[in-house]
């Protein structure tokens, strides 16, 4: 098959476009022929080393993707031969940059019609972490406002539309140039980040949700209400420690599991979510979209695409 993998730790041109095995589908696995995979802020965190370094190469980046059940191991009973799915990979595990991957087939779900393989790599991962993160994690209730920090990217474009679903208020930041498109997936409060202190003009808030890191992380605790919660998936694997006690601060355990991947089918059903504004690439040059990627100012997802 064709992967996109890297030999040791780099910049973008250590992603090598070649040939590797076939993965076979071992017992409970089944393997996916995959249309299409998404680029998530990880992945490039993954290729230079910052978040983990590998010991064995090559390696396989992409952590979530859609396509066609191609084989199943023994005792996999749920799926068969041609079934259409979408998943994310293990916590620890990546491998979705190719033409096939092997999977537990309990972490992977049926993909509807209503979703294009692009759309289901592109709303996989940043679905799960919005869901975990929104519902399970902050717990917000309708009527309670909320602070979703850079809502231009792929996990806030779901987390937005998450929150206004649920009968939140939702506040939340980008550049100038972004405005327009927050507001059509429902963002009541855009502040231009570049030109606004948002510690200057957001107060009393209920919760918090963090995609940006640094700095307006741990800003971000300044307009939490007494008793407010703030959930982080950029500041590394522990939350950072609040500067004042009377509020919490949470880092979001974004396990995968069918049952969030058939919440995102749902939610995307139901007309309460739309996938974000996607860039396709093809699997080939991965090295560009990982370029962008950790530029950090592209506006919702990159998505490769294999077939
Ligand atoms: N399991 C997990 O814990 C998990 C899962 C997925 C993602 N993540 C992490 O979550 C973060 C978000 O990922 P993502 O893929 O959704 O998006 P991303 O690629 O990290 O972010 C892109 C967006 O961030 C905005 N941005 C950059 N600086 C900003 C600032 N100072 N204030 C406000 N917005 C800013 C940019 O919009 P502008 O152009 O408007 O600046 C851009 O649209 C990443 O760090 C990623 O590693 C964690």
Redesign the pocket.
Known sequence: MKAVYIERHGGPEELKYGDLPDPLAGAGEVVVDIHAASV???DW?VRTGESYRKSQFPHVLGRDFSGVVSAAGAGVTDFRIGDQVFGVTEASQEGAYAEKIAIKAAIVAKKPDILSHVNAAAVA??GL?ALVSVEDTLKLKPGETILI????????AFAIQLAKHTGARVIT???A??HAYLRGIGADEIID?NAQDFTKVVSGCDKVFD???GD?AQRSFAVLKPGGCAAF??SGPQAPKPPRGDVQSLR?N?ARDRAHLERIVALVSAGAVRPPEIRLFPLSEAAAAHSI?QG????GKLVLTMR
């Open positions: 998530n802020g990880a965190k991962l940043a972490t920090q850079g809502g231009a990217g792929g996990v806030a930041t980008a550049s140039a972004n980040y995609t940006v890191g307006v998936i950029a979001p974004v990627s950090r100012h592209f506006r």
